[in-house]
């Protein structure tokens, strides 16, 4: 696999429901990113992880929100109780040292019902 | 707080024009540029990086500059073709102490007719 991965590609969920994103990246990148994006908008940066440690969390990142980085490799995002507001497209991007350029993922879209 | 502006938000044109979009800045502390394009529903493609220390890149018909001092940044498509309708984004990477963070315009949706 030459590129970023992310599952599910789409999912539904009612307000309340917890819900869990996966992201592979590309496998020698030591830097692992959470963006979400909403219709009309440009991608707003979440948190990002050097290896296993997470190193910035967005004031967007609320405390339902929780991100990690197990051994440095794949990354999950979690949302608990999930309201509307938190429907977007959530992309996971990786790259390689500092200044590196970002590969993306085709992204998670959210939809809470 | 680093800000991005893109500049037109929409742009639409017949296919073979040359085209010019604009990407501006705020802090010019920043370690690259990244120019992106998106497709409708997808993920983010990676078009062009330019390092804080470069003044352009090219990669086939698509040439982007960059001038730090002022803020700036160009993305210039030659002879568009319909396929090149998509959003295209720019992202500055942060210095300092938010290195590593990606900072978005809200992108130019560009058209191409036939």
């Known amino acids: 696999d030459t590129g970023v991965s992310q599952d599910p590609r789409h999912k539904i969920t009612k307000r309340g429901q917890n819900v869990t994103f996966r992201c592979d990246p590309i496998s020698e990148h030591n830097r692992l990113y959470w963006y979400r994006q909403t219709l009309g908008q440009g991608p707003e940066f979440l948190t990002y992880f050097q290896n296993e440690a997470q190193l910035e969390k967005s004031r967007l990142l609320s405390d339902r929100f929780s991100a990690e980085r197990p051994k440095g490799s794949f990354s999950t995002l979690e949302i608990q109780r999930t309201e509307q507001g938190d429907s977007a497209m959530y992309l996971c991007?990786?790259?390689?040292?500092?200044?590196?350029?970002?590969?993306f993922g085709e992204g998670s879209r959210l939809t809470v019902l | 707080k680093q800000e991005v502006t893109q500049i037109p938000a929409a742009l639409s044109v017949p296919e073979g024009e040359n085209l010019v979009l604009n990407c501006s800045f705020t802090d010019s502390a920043i370690y690259n540029l990244q120019w992106f394009r998106q497709d409708p529903g997808k993920g983010l493609t990676s078009l062009l990086l330019i390092q804080s220390s470069q003044r352009e890149q090219t990669s086939g018909r698509l040439n982007a500059s960059l001038d730090k001092s002022s803020g700036r940044s160009t993305l210039y498509i030659a002879a568009s073709q319909p396929g090149d309708s998509a959003t295209y984004l720019c992202?500055?990477?942060?210095?300092?102490?938010?290195?590593?963070?990606?900072?978005f315009g809200q992108g130019t949706i560009l058209t191409v007719h036939p």
């Open positions: 991007a990786s790259s390689l040292g500092l200044a590196g350029e970002l590969f």
């Open positions: 992202a500055v990477q942060a210095g300092g102490t938010s290195y590593g963070k990606l900072t």
